[in-house]
């Protein structure tokens, strides 16, 4: 039995030997002498490859000479590479490499818009909360112009407008007889403009072109005001806010090729720093000025951007 197992295992380690060698391609090379040691059974076109193997050369990325990182395209009129080499930035050089995407010389300009709304009139949840009345809607456009200075890299400036308004005219709570409130006549209304320089660069990930994956980094500044209204000692109180906010966003996003020259893009926030200063007024008079930042890193839902985004 012990010899039969024996058996088996030798060639299961023969099998995962064989699984983990490239085919051979290229010159073969030349051997001084064969390794000492107990000998196994390869195949006539793995003897190179395992020689290399056993003589510590192995390769633990694939063999370049089976890409042609010649081969060209045609881009107005000239000819451009369609595989771009990776830098290397380590000691090793891993062969790393990406697909032409947007040539240089290319300028984009796009597109992101948002709206959203919502709005109830004496709505009644179970006998907890009634006569709600509240409305709220939100829009933001941004438009965004970028130019190709490098194949796959490109640097641009994009715009923003961002207005938010909410009315709660009626909010009735009742829980218990210790829990029970109405909120009423509450406005909350906020805008604000923006402006960033934008870096993107992209990944080609398919040999045609058509889809592709960008690391996008932004500065980006912004200001605006804001308004809070709430009745107060049987009086409309209104503290006015006005911002200014710096940040820079690392963004990753996918790029799909939906025409010829219209994309189609997706992009998340996952990275970030910022620095907010607000200063508040209360019915005309300063009450208040604070300065923070922070800096997060997480998938955030609410920085989810969609877009068209057409290259000329």
């Keep these: 039995m012990t010899f039969f197992m024996e058996k088996i295992c030798r060639f299961a380690f023969l099998l995962i030997l ?16 064969v390794p000492k040691g107990k000998y196994i059974y390869v195949p006539d ?3 190179n ?27 107005k009129g000239d000819t451009v590479p369609m595989k771009l080499r990776t830098r290397n930035l380590g000691r090793f050089d891993r062969g790393l490499f990406n697909y032409l995407f947007i040539p240089k010389g290319r300028w984009g300009f796009g597109l992101t818009a948002s709206y959203g709304e919502l709005s109830t009139d004496d709505l009644e949840i179970f006998d907890l909360l009634s006569d709600i009345d509240l409305g709220a809607h939100a829009f933001s456009i941004k438009p965004y112009l970028e130019y190709t200075v490098a194949n796959n890299m490109s640097v641009g400036l994009r715009f923003g407008y961002t207005s938010a308004k909410a ?3 009626s909010f009735k709570v009742d829980i218990d007889e210790d829990m029970n409130f109405n909120l009423h006549d509450i406005m909350y209304r906020n805008e604000g403009y923006s ?7 992209y990944i080609g990930i ?12 932004e500065l980006a500044f912004s200001s605006g005001n804001s308004d809070f209204q709430r009745p107060y000692d049987g009086e409309l109180r209104t503290t006015h806010t006005t911002y200014m906010n710096a940040g820079l966003n690392f963004s990753p996003g996918v790029s799909v090729y939906m025409m010829k020259n219209v994309a189609f893009n997706l992009s ?21 000025n604070r300065t923070t930042s922070g800096a997060n890193f997480r998938f955030n839902l609410f920085n989810i951007n969609f877009g068209i985004s057409v290259h000329v």
């Design 18 to 33: 064989l699984a983990f060698i490239p085919q051979a391609k290229g010159e073969e090379i030349a051997c001084d002498s």
């Design 45 to 47: 076109s793995l003897q």
């Design 49 to 75: 490859d395992v020689m290399k193997l056993l003589m510590g050369n192995s390769k633990v990325v694939d063999d370049e000479s089976k890409f042609d990182f010649s081969e060209k395209v045609l881009w």
């Design 167 to 169: 009315n709660i005219g």
């Design 206 to 217: 398919s040999r045609r072109g058509r889809f592709g994956v960008f690391n996008e980094v």
């Design 195 to 201: 402006a960033a320089f934008l870096f993107r660069q």
């Design 268 to 288: 998340f926030g996952v990275f970030g720093f910022h620095l907010r200063n607000e200063r508040q007024t209360e019915n005309g008079v300063e009450v208040g």
